[in-house]
């Protein structure tokens, strides 16, 4: 973790996404409000379908115009409202101060273009640099991310480079215009614990080097243990838990996280029986009454499957630390 300022370069307040689809409109995000300061490493974690790629490519304004809908109070970079600014005033923002790494490299990079050409293309395009200086900077950008060979590997194509290599070229591209806030949409998705291990490696000296804040998007919380500054959990397309990455891996207060923490294999003992999450999570556009996680929860009361809980501390603990349950008291009193 590198050392982070209290002044958000990012702030996102209720943000709502929908989707129209023969079924009618789906909400896939629900009321997400968060902030990434500027150095920071933020984690948004969650399971597949609880809404975190969505809520990152609204961020980025990637959903697609036609089936998508995006509403919030502000979406706010360096203090500009990404939802009022012009959309040309959009696009150059992205890349040159806002970029994104994407969870599968091998559909994102063009599988007929050489990896030189991509990642120098935004460079002379877009960055004022002649098409000899992007090709130079290039070959430092592949050897900053540690392929070796950089000047000969420009000339190939993304289906001679490893799954992992793949994912150093996409960090490559997303870098090229030094941002100054990275979101890495599940970056070592796919890829074995040791080459996962070298990829939020590189990706946290890439920050300190270049003063980045960084939005780390995951499943794995084994993954963003060592790396994040803060935590956002969320489930079902809503946040249900927020705070110190610390504090929350110590003490959960949703009972969600509380699952999520328990279905790690431990170290500790070898052999152990893994402890799954019961049931199914909530499909999109579920608009059943209560905690959208009740279905699954223990603490369940009759409260909560009648009243949506809001984000909030529980009783006699620190404000750092927020969830969305009824019964954080009782989770907490567990866990402790």
């Known amino acids: 973790m590198m050392q982070s300022t209290a002044d958000p370069i990012l702030s996102v307040e209720q943000l709502q996404v929908d989707f129209t689809t023969r079924r009618g409109q789906v909400t896939a995000v629900r009321d997400v409000s968060m902030t990434v300061n500027r150095g920071e490493t933020v984690a948004l974690l969650g399971e597949s379908g609880s809404g975190k790629s969505v809520t990152a490519q609204a961020i980025m304004g990637l959903l697609p115009q036609r089936s998508s809908h995006v509403t919030a109070t502000s979406i706010t970079y360096d203090g500009r409202n990404l939802l009022t600014l012009p959309p040309a005033k959009v696009r150059d923002l992205r890349g040159a101060e806002i970029a994104m790494v994407f969870q599968d490299p091998l559909s994102s990079l063009n599988p007929v273009m050489r990896v030189g050409y991509q990642i120098s293309e935004a460079l002379w395009r877009k960055g004022g640099m002649s098409r000899r200086a992007a090709t130079a900077r290039a070959i430092e950008l592949l050897d900053l991310v540690g392929i070796p060979d950089a000047r000969r590997r420009i000339e190939d194509y993304p289906h001679q480079f490893s799954g992992g290599m793949r994912q150093r070229v996409m960090i490559a591209i997303a870098i090229a215009r030094q941002p100054r806030l990275l979101i890495a949409d599940e970056p070592t ?8 291990a070298q990829i939020m490696e590189l990706l946290r000296s890439l920050q300190n080097e270049f003063g980045m804040a960084l939005l780390l998007i995951s499943h794995d919380l084994g993954v963003v243990a060592d790396v994040a500054d803060r935590i956002y959990v969320m489930y079902g397309g809503t946040l249900a838990e927020q705070g110190p990455t610390r504090a929350v891996y110590d003490h959960p207060a949703h009972p969600y996280t509380e699952g999520l923490l328990a279905s790690i294999p431990s170290e500790a003992e070898p052999g152990e029986r893994l402890t799954p999450i019961p049931g199914s999570p909530p499909l999109p556009g579920d608009a059943s009454p209560g905690c959208r996680f009740a279905p699954r929860c ?10 949506t809980p809001v984000l909030r501390t529980p009783t006699g603990w620190p404000q750092v630390q927020a969830a969305a349950c009824h019964r954080s008291e009782e989770v907490l009193t567990h866990v402790g």
Do not use: F, I, K, S
């Open 189 to 196: 998705t796919a890829l074995d614990v040791t080459v996962q």
């Open 298 to 307: 223990r603490y369940a009361a009759e409260v909560c499957r009648t009243t």
